[in-house]
């Protein structure tokens, strides 16, 4: 496939129409009232081929993501957020992204004046990235970016193999749900066929489509599988 072309002074991908999430391409969210900071980060992040979206509050921004299609996020991403704003702060909007289980799939960097770091620093805590006092080294937060999208790409990669298994979990029938239980509990075929009274060429090829389906080539392999993904 080829690569999508990317502007970085475009709002969208170029000659596709589609915005930068919608094509998978990272995007870094900045949340801050003040347009001359929101317009420098931009232009920080364009010069190192970063798109990023600004928003002048904490009530816009979960306007706009009320308006996104689910599952969201679908591109890595990170968030930029300043400690205080008007109206709702940064803190109350990082809590709601803590609270709908965002913060992994979209890593919170807070933007804080000297007096608000134990804040920032109680934030980190709680499961925020990492908070960059102001004035911030331009190279030093963009690097803390680049590792914010790289934490969001993983936690979006296993977001996706979790849902993958259960959906493969969900195509399995009864009865070789009931196989997979005692496959995984390190039953032969044999006694696996003494307990649900059937033959042990059913077995085989139950135990062989749940294999199939799951993606998977051994017992050991299908239970680990769905004890990382929180389905065992």
Known sequence: MRPLPLDPLASTVVGSGLRPAAAG??????VDDEEVVRDAL???LRSRRLLSEGFASADAFEAWLAAQ???????????LLDVRMPGTSGLALFERLAEAGLVAMLPVIFLTGHGDVPTAVSAVKRGAFDFVEKPFSNNALVDRVEQALARSAQALEARQQRDAAADAL???????RDVMRLVIDGRPNKLIADELQISVRTVEVHRARV???MNVRSAVELA???R???LA
């Open 25 to 30: 391409i990272p995007v870094v969210y900045i």
């Open 42 to 44: 931009a232009w920080l």
């Open 69 to 79: 299609s689910r599952p969201w996020p679908s591109a890595p991403g990170c968030m």
């Open 170 to 176: 969900a195509e399995l029938t009864d009865r070789e």
């Open 211 to 213: 294999f199939e389906k």
């Open 224 to 226: 680990n599988l769905l």
């Open 228 to 230: 990382d993904q929180g």
